[in-house]
């Protein structure tokens, strides 16, 4: 399963930047699909995964400003973030468990800064 994410750029505090992860190469109906991201100094963190039946996981720092949705029939992933901050400065990735394996994409970087 190969998983390509974009959408990461520079973004100024307050603005919004929209995430993609699509996944390819799998026979299968992809189970989970989701977003960690590591800041400078962090460990990676989960941001918010999603399955297939549409059930939700988030971080609490991210609730209320970010949204995560999929189309299954695209296998893709998205990740709207609005009212961000400096602390989301971070590279984001995608990542997908199918059949009990899990992958991970290349990571795509968010900068937010004035």
């Known amino acids: 399963v190969q998983l390509q994410a974009s959408g990461g750029g520079l973004v100024q505090p307050g603005g919004s930047l929209r995430l993609s992860c699509a996944a390819s190469g799998s026979a299968f109906s992809i189970g989970l699909m989701g977003w960690f991201r590591q800041g400078p100094g962090n460990q990676r963190e989960l941001v918010a995964r999603i399955n297939s039946g549409g059930r939700i996981i988030q971080a609490d720092s991210v609730k209320g400003r970010f949204t995560i949705s999929r189309d299954n029939a695209k296998n893709t992933v998205y990740l709207q973030m609005n009212s961000l901050k400096y602390e989301d400065t971070a590279v984001y990735y995608c990542?997908?468990?199918?059949?009990?394996?899990?992958?991970w994409g290349q990571g795509t970087l968010v900068t937010v800064s004035s």
């Open positions: 990542h997908a468990i199918t059949r009990g394996t899990t992958y």
